[in-house]
Every structure is written in structure tokens, then in C-alpha cells.
């Protein structure tokens, strides 16, 4: 019984491991950190699969535990001056669509999301993961009215950081 | 904003560019808190051996033996000592393989099964050397008593006194140091392992819970 649940449990982290990835890419830098990061979350989830009854999706669950866990691991370094590396994203653009020009601006964007706190940061996660408000706000417990105010003023910060 | 939805655009893609993580890789990481927990007790035991040895050849036990006119005794030292070196390192080989075994294993029904083992493991370790420790202190006191040149001289004296006074003072105060001396050793293992200990057991409910 509880070999199979820890099976089952195994397989739908490799299948939706990328969730987990995503993250560690915008509240990590470094592979060090990412792998770090990684494992945390893993751990945090399997701590919690218990309680995950499958009454919604266990992506749906997951982003959840995982940005808890980001959020929270996040908040202890804060102190600590967040480095980027430039390098990382070198390979965010597949070959065939090199594109000189956006690569560029994606790279600028992405640095501007790093200066963002944590808490944005998970909301900037949701929005690139094409989420609704509905799904935002119930994911990160805040309310639907909230999270838009949030993600307006998220983007007027951004295109501050990204135009000075 | 538009640059927000350029990098919405490429998010989607940069999914292939993660390197991917497998399932005995996600296993390990499930079980890697149980396994380091046993990484310290496998390296606090050696370092508590290093220590050991460090002090007894600091205190060279041979001076004391010739002191006492003892050298007879020393050869039953000698075997006594390796005998222990030997059960010792018995017991830090047997620690390398519960680190071994935990730190590999992917089942977790098999993991609780190496924790509880590690466990037994470690307490029988912890009253062996306990043991060991008392058994050394007697020891200690019997060699004094028969041996030393100043417990001779206090034994005549004691043949010429009437009452048991100075008899009954002299078990007092062994018992005494005794009870101290090896319960000063206990509140070290104690400390030592019990912390760990407990962290494992930690560890072993939180698997439980999830063994429903």
C-alpha cells in the first residue's frame, strides 16, 4: 500500500517535474541552487502527498506546496545579495529560432523579474504559466480582486526596472 | 505589457532546455535526510574512536604498570585493549553498512526496516561501550587494591583496626565515583547519539504516516 503510493507519487513528480524546474529557474541562480531547490520541494511534497487527496489535478496541488516552499526558503536569504547569471539563459531560446534581437529582451526581462520579492515572483510564475486570476488567487491564498491589483502594479514595476 | 508576454511566449519552450530528473533520482532524494542523519553517526563513531586512541596513548598505561610493579598485568592489558578495538571496529563497519544500505535503498518499506536496525545498532554500541567502561573501572580498582604500594600500607592498617570504619568509607567513595564516572559517560553517549537517535526516529514517523 504504501509502496504504491510512494510509486505513484514518484511518477507524477518525473511527469510533472518541469513545474518544479520553472520555479527553481526564477527563485534560484546557479545549478547548485536550482538542484538545492529542487530537492527541497520534492521533500515538502512528498511530505504533503499524504494530505493531497486527488480531488483536483496534482499539477494544480503541486504549484501550491512548491511556491509555498520557494516563498518560504526565499525569505531566509533575502539578506543575501541574489546574483544572476547571465549565461543560464543562453540556452532559453531553441537554435532554429535564434532571434538575436528578442533573446536580448527576454534576457533584460528576466533580470527584471529576479529583482522582484518572492511573493511577486510566484505571481509572475502564475501569469507565464497562463493561469486565471480564479486559479492565481486560489493558489496563493489571496482573493481575486487582489491578485489583479498585484499584477498591474507588478507590471508597472517591471517596465520601471526595465526603463529607468 | 509586452515584454512580459514575450517571455511568456518562450516560457513554454524553455521546458525542453531542463535537464530531467528520473525516478530512482527523485527515490533518493525522498530517502537522502535518513541517509545523512546516518552519514554522522558513522562519522562521529570514528571520530570518538580517534579520540579514545589519541588519550590512551597520551596516558601511556605501561609507566603505570612498572610503577606498580605490575608487569605481569600488562599482557592482559594488551589483549583486553585489542579485544575492544576489535568489537569497536566491528561496530563502525556495521554502521558503514547501515549508511551504505540506507543511502541505496528505494522502498521505503525496506528504509524503515534500516532505520530500526541503524537504531538497535547504535544502543547496543552506546552499552557495550558503557559496559565496558564500568567493567575497566573495577577493574581499575582491583589492580589498585592489590598492587598499588600506598593501598598495601592502608590494607595492614586496617587489619589492626577494630571497627570496619575505614573499610566501609573506602567501598563508599569507589561506589560513588563509579556511579559518577559512568554516568558521566552516559550523559555523553546521551548526548552524542541521542540526538541523532531521535532525529531518525523523527524521520521513521514521518514515514510511518505515510505507510498507511
Known amino acids: 500500500m504504501n509502496e504504491d503510493l510512494e510509486k505513484s507519487f514518484v511518477k507524477q513528480l518525473r511527469e510533472n517535474q518541469n513545474i518544479i524546474h520553472k520555479i527553481c529557474r526564477l527563485y534560484t541562480s546557479g545549478d547548485d541552487a536550482h538542484k538545492d531547490l529542487f530537492q527541497e520541494i520534492t521533500i515538502q511534497l512528498w511530505k504533503a502527498f499524504p494530505k493531497f487527496r486527488g480531488d483536483s489535478k496534482f499539477s494544480t496541488w503541486a504549484y501550491r506546496v512548491a511556491l ?21 539563459h543562453q540556452f532559453f531560446i531553441s537554435q532554429e529560432e535564434y532571434n538575436f534581437e528578442e533573446e536580448e529582451r527576454i534576457k533584460l526581462m528576466y533580470q527584471a523579474v529576479y529583482q522582484l520579492n518572492d511573493i511577486e515572483k510566484a505571481l509572475v510564475f502564475m501569469y507565464l504559466e497562463d493561469k486565471d486570476y480564479t486559479e492565481i488567487a486560489e493558489t496563493l491564498g489571496i482573493s481575486e480582486v487582489n491578485a489583479r491589483v498585484k499584477m498591474n502594479r507588478i507590471k508597472g514595476k517591471l517596465k520601471k526596472i526595465l526603463n529607468p | 505589457m509586452e515584454e512580459l508576454d514575450l517571455l511568456k511566449k518562450y516560457w513554454k519552450k524553455s521546458e525542453d532546455t531542463f535537464e530531467q530528473v528520473s525516478e530512482v533520482e527523485i527515490y533518493k532524494m525522498l530517502h537522502k535526510k535518513s541517509s545523512s542523519i546516518v552519514k554522522w553517526i558513522l562519522i562521529i563513531s570514528i571520530l570518538e574512536v580517534l579520540l579514545w586512541t589519541l588519550i590512551s596513548v597520551c596516558f601511556n598505561t605501561d609507566d603505570y604498570f612498572k610503577k606498580i610493579h605490575g608487569e605481569d598485568l600488562i599482557v592482559y592489558f594488551e589483549v583486553f585493549n585489542y579485544f575492544n578495538y576489535a568489537v569497536i571496529l566491528t561496530f563502525i563497519y556495521l554502521f558503514y553498512k547501515n549508511y551504505i544500505k540506507i543511502s541505496t535503498t528505494v522502498s521505503i518499506k525496506q528504509l ?8 538497535r545498532t547504535v544502543n547496543y554500541y552506546v552499552w557495550y561501550n558503557l559496559t565496558m567502561i564500568t567493567l575497566s573501572v573495577f577493574i581499575g580498582y582491583a589492580i589498585a587494591f592489590f598492587y598499588n ?4 600500607a592502608l590494607k595492614e592498617k586496617m587489619a589492626h583496626e577494630k571497627s570496619n570504619y575505614t573499610l566501609l568509607l573506602i567501598f563508599g567513595f569507589l561506589a560513588l565515583t563509579t556511579l559518577i564516572l559512568v554516568g558521566l559517560f552516559w550523559l555523553f553517549y546521551r548526548l552524542l547519539y541521542g ?18
Open chain 2, 195 to 212: 540526538i541523532l537517535l531521535k532525529k531518525l526516529h523523527t524521520n521513521y514517523k514521518e514515514l510511518k504516516k505515510i505507510d498507511l
Open chain 1, 68 to 88: 509555498n516552499t520557494a516563498i518560504t526558503l526565499y525569505r531566509k536569504s533575502t539578506k543575501s545579495i541574489q546574483t544572476t547569471d547571465y549565461d543560464k
Open chain 2, 149 to 152: 604500594p600506598a593501598m598495601i
Open chain 2, 112 to 119: 524503515m526496516k534500516d532505520i530500526l536496525t541503524t537504531r
